[in-house]
């Protein structure tokens, strides 16, 4: 059981002697504490770089579509469902990837941590083997890693990468979720009224600074629908409903390709629950067409097939 | 604190309160309300002056209206002097000697402005770099520094005087506060990690415009808004109008030169086509083209873009790279 | 001008309706023809296949004011493109849910299927949409204010 940012790096290292990638791209240490940063190395040298921690949060995947040439990276579980969504798109060749798979325990939520830190700036944050030390200018709190995951980390069952050419370390083992939608099904169970009144509530926070869409590996359109002008489908301002409209088409659009991996709630600044929206649709898509996104690379997006037999009872 | 108290009697007050786990600016009735501490709100006070989105006029068949001028007195509260100074950065745009922006100006008018010096400035701190400094008179009227049980209050504009006349609570400070005034301040000083020369850093950005550096600094980027739309100085803009031909209204809603859309012609082109031109733009015009039209960086050394960039893209570490080309 | 209270006494639903061309549109049609008496609450826009239909098209309704949306489509296996009311059908089990979820109340947004010889069908159709829309009362949510 090595140290597994050592072995990303010999992996990295390897696969530039070997001139198998033009491109690696993983993870450093960050400016902040709690952060690492995405990091794109072109020689070996560099390699020295690459780090893997708790704090590995983005989903690097995003980087891809736009990309030529081969290209190595690093993919935790979710990372890899993405990449699994863009060979199912045709976004990206099988050939020109060396996938760097990291079985992956969760990774740090922030929000969660400067929350518990309530007052003071976290200036120093350090990972152990039994949990993260958070350090202020007059406080020290020591905290165990699974009460910082976000949900998406806790109701994770691929932490173990999907699809990947090299694998770092050893596998481990999934989590049984018992109810993974358990929080949908109660909101589900609300009045329209309640549940309008937290969709609108949610969605009044938003200042459409699209850092969501950015963020999320599934929306690589580099024509979005939020720009178009001819037509121009809904108001670009904060408007109320322009605003409700944006949420609620962007969750439509990653219908079956949202792979759950929490990137769009991270890069959020004003803490916009757009989780609850992309997990209703998941389980939707489940439910329907049993369907999960990012399993197999040759199984089409559900909403670009259709069964015969499919259900029909919300239509008169 | 009993001017809080005497101020939210007569006039609106707007102050940092706990949202969630963040700290906004908004409005107060009871001196409770507000919550200060040693790290600053999330987002900028320049939607105070600038909102987000803002009628310009309506239209009705031939006529148009515009929106009547805001003409409440308010009182800015708990602002970080590098929110306030971000003012003075906001006004050659907004209150310039070519154009004036009346409802920008009305807002700033009716506006008084007490600041709060930063004892413990943040480690994204980096104003003292910028031309700012955790206890800079700059774009505030009145100064309050913590001193423990009491505030440190120094008027700063006429209006400041204005605000505080006449109200209750206040004593002549003595020379013990005083001094220890003056250590607090020093002790912030000394806390700010500075190192950013930003004169050496305009000459290298004016030096060589098709820097390879770019390639690389722009790369994680994902080229969303966020650090636009918190940095306080940010102030591009885009003008819409919404409606159909008989109604509807021209409205002026928040734009960001990281969005694709913003130099895209009508015929198609875009001369900032990807993500490294429009990062190159953004460093440049903060750093050096707003040097060259209003002699300062059009940056307060807040941090916010720092904390809130989702790939954790630091622009200190993008100007420590311009500054020191190896 | 009206008051509030004049305009609330002679609401009438205003539906948006999405038709196909070849089925529904022809359905409708033929209603006209056979003087089928229906509400006068719909407003048509023909489409070539329910398949066509952007979930955008809904919303962008809803936002104008449209107190109910229908899109009505061939029956499966009689789509004119072969497939297009399939994927239909997938799309808008998935985003009738999703509207359904963040509180859009049910009854607002509806789906069918009327082939172009079911001219009572359709007149039908429209009686029971428009009751559905009539109890629900005019739409609140997700309508932008008009600039007055």
Same mark, same amino acid.
């Given at each position: 059981m090595g140290d597994p940012s050592k072995q990303i790096r010999e992996a990295a290292r390897k696969l530039f002697e070997e001139d198998k990638v033009d491109l690696i791209i993983g993870f450093e240490d960050g400016s902040l504490p709690l952060r690492a940063t995405p990091c794109f190395i072109r020689k070996g040298e560099d390699a020295e770089r690459l780090v893997w921690n708790s704090f590995c949060e983005n989903n690097l995947a995003t980087y891809l579509p736009k990309k030529k040439g081969r290209i190595g990276i690093v993919a935790k579980g979710c990372d890899s469902r993405s990449i699994v969504g863009f060979l199912k798109e045709k976004q990206i060749d099988r050939e020109d990837l060396v996938v760097i798979g990291l079985p992956c325990e969760g990774m740090i939520d922030r929000k969660t941590v400067e929350e518990r830190m309530e007052?003071?700036?976290?200036i120093a944050a350090e990972e152990g083997p039994d949990g993260i030390v958070v350090k202020g200018t007059d406080f020290q709190e020591k905290m165990k890693k699974e009460d910082l995951l976000p949900e998406s980390c806790r109701v994770c069952t691929h932490r173990n990468p999907v699809l990947y050419d090299v694998l770092i370390g050893e596998a481990v083992e999934e989590q049984k979720v018992a109810d993974p939608f358990g929080p949908i099904r109660g909101f589900e169970g609300k009045t329209a009224e309640e549940r309008w009144a937290y969709f609108s509530g949610e969605t009044e926070k938003c200042i459409r600074c699209y850092a969501c869409r950015n963020a999320c590996p599934i929306c690589y359109c580099e024509a979005c629908y939020v720009d178009s002008s001819e037509p121009q489908w809904f108001g670009k301002s904060i408007e109320s409903t322009d605003t409700q409209i944006f949420h609620i088409v962007r969750a439509f659009h990653a219908a079956g390709r949202c792979v759950d991996c929490g990137a769009c709630i991270r890069a959020c600044p004003v803490d916009v629950d757009l989780r609850f929206l992309n997990k209703k649709i998941e389980k939707d898509i489940l439910e329907l067409f049993s369907f999960e996104a990012?399993?197999? #690379?040759?199984? #089409? #997006? #559900?909403?670009?097939t259709y069964k015969q037999d499919d259900p029909e009872g919300f239509i008169k | 604190m009993s001017l809080l108290a005497d101020l939210t009697g007569s006039c609106q007050v707007l102050a940092p309160v706990r949202n969630g786990d963040s700290l906004v600016f908004d409005e107060i009735r009871a001196r409770d309300e507000i919550h200060l501490s040693e790290c600053n709100t999330r987002k900028s006070v320049k939607e105070i002056f600038f909102p987000q989105r803002e009628r310009l006029f309506a239209y009705r068949g031939q006529e148009t209206r515009e929106p009547s001028f805001p003409d409440e007195e308010r009182v800015l509260f708990g602002v970080r002097p590098c929110d306030a100074r971000s003012l003075c950065l906001l006004d050659p745009v907004f209150d310039g000697d070519d154009f004036k922006d009346p409802y920008y100006c009305s807002r700033r008018r009716n506006t008084t402005v007490v600041s709060i010096g930063c004892n413990r400035p943040m480690r994204? @701190?980096?104003?003292t770099d910028t031309g700012g400094d955790p206890f800079s008179l700059e774009g505030t009227d009145v100064l309050l520094i913590d001193m423990g049980e009491t505030y440190f209050v120094r008027p700063i504009t006429k209006k400041g005087e204005n605000l505080l006349a006449g109200r209750p609570g206040f004593e002549k400070a003595e020379q013990d506060q005083i001094r220890r005034k003056g250590e607090i301040i020093e002790k912030a000083h000394q806390s700010i990690h500075s190192g950013l020369n930003l004169e050496r850093i305009k000459k290298e950005l004016d030096k060589d415009f098709d820097n390879p550096l770019w390639d690389i600094l722009h790369e994680k980027c994902l080229g969303c808004g966020v650090c636009t739309f918190l940095c306080p100085t940010c102030h591009c803009f885009d003008i819409l109008d919404e409606g159909d031909s008989r109604k509807g209204e021209r409205i002026r809603i928040w734009d960001s030169c990281m969005f694709p859309l913003f130099t895209l012609h009508a015929s198609g082109t875009n001369p900032r086509p990807s993500g490294k031109e429009r990062m190159r733009q953004r460093v440049l015009h903060k750093f050096t083209y707003f040097v060259d039209n209003?002699?300062?960086?059009?940056?307060? +050394? @807040? +941090?916010r873009c720092i904390r809130a960039c989702p790939v954790n893209l630091d622009i200190r570490e993008v100007l420590e790279a311009l500054q020191n080309p190896e | 001008m009206e008051t509030e209270e004049a305009l609330q006494a002679s609401w009438e639903p205003k539906i948006v309706a999405f038709l196909c061309n070849w089925c529904s549109y022809a359905g409708a049609d033929l209603a006209g023809v056979g003087r089928l008496q229906y509400p006068p609450t719909t407003r048509t826009i023909r489409v070539p296949c329910s398949g066509r239909v952007d979930p955008l098209f809904i919303l962008r309704a809803l936002q104008n004011g449209a107190d109910g949306v229908l899109v009505s489509g061939c029956h499966p296996g009689d789509c004119h493109y072969l497939s297009g009311n399939y994927t239909a059908r997938r799309r808008f089990a998935v985003f009738s849910r999703l509207l359904e979820y963040v509180g859009i109340e049910k009854g607002r947004v509806h789906f069918s299927w009327v082939s172009a010889a079911e001219a009572g069908r359709f007149a039908e159709l429209i009686t029971e949409v428009t009751e559905e829309i009539r109890k629900l009362g005019p739409a609140k949510r997700l309508v932008k204010k008009k600039v007055e």
């Open positions: 007052e003071g700036e976290i990012g399993e197999d #690379p040759d199984r #089409p #997006p #559900p909403l670009t | 994204t @701190c980096f104003c209003h002699s300062r960086v059009a940056c307060t +050394g @807040c +941090g | -």
